[in-house]
Nanobody
Framework: VQLQASGGGLVQAGGSLRLSCVASGRTVSRYTMGWFRQAPGKEREFVAGITWSVITTYDADSAKGRFTISRDNAKNTVYLQMNSLKPEDTAVYYC???????????????????WGRGTQVTVSS
């Protein structure tokens, strides 16, 4: 599975971005998909994930209430809609594919086998 994330960019605080993650090489409709991010000098952290059955999980501190993860299986694509962006959301955002037919979303990097290259999100104050 190859994953390509896009949609990042520079946005002012309070603005919105929608990230896309297009998968190729294999259909990912049965996989749990996740978004992680890594800010400069920090470890990569979980942001949001979605199972094949559209069960979603969000990191409470960073994403819940502001971000929405969704998937379009017909397009083999997962999205991350980010609203009310803050400067602390600045990071490289990565999408990842994890366990097929999973019933819960893993919040750990080890729960994902395939990773995209990431897309930079910069939020100015």
């Amino acid at each position: 599975v190859q994953l390509q994330a896009s949609g990042g960019g520079l946005v002012q605080a309070g603005g919105s971005l929608r990230l896309s993650c297009v998968a190729s090489g294999r259909t990912v409709s049965r996989y749990t998909m996740g978004w992680f991010r890594q800010a400069p000098g920090k470890e990569r952290e979980f942001v949001a994930g979605i199972t094949w059955s559209v069960i979603t999980t969000y990191d409470a501190d960073s994403a819940k209430g502001r971000f929405t993860i969704s998937r379009d299986n017909a397009k083999n694509t997962v999205y991350l809609q980010m609203n009310s962006l803050k400067p602390e959301d600045t990071a490289v955002y990565y999408c990842a594919a994890g366990e097929p037919w999973g019933s819960v979303v893993s919040t750990r990097e080890t729960g994902y086998d395939y990773w995209g290259r990431g897309t930079q999100v910069t939020v100015s104050s």
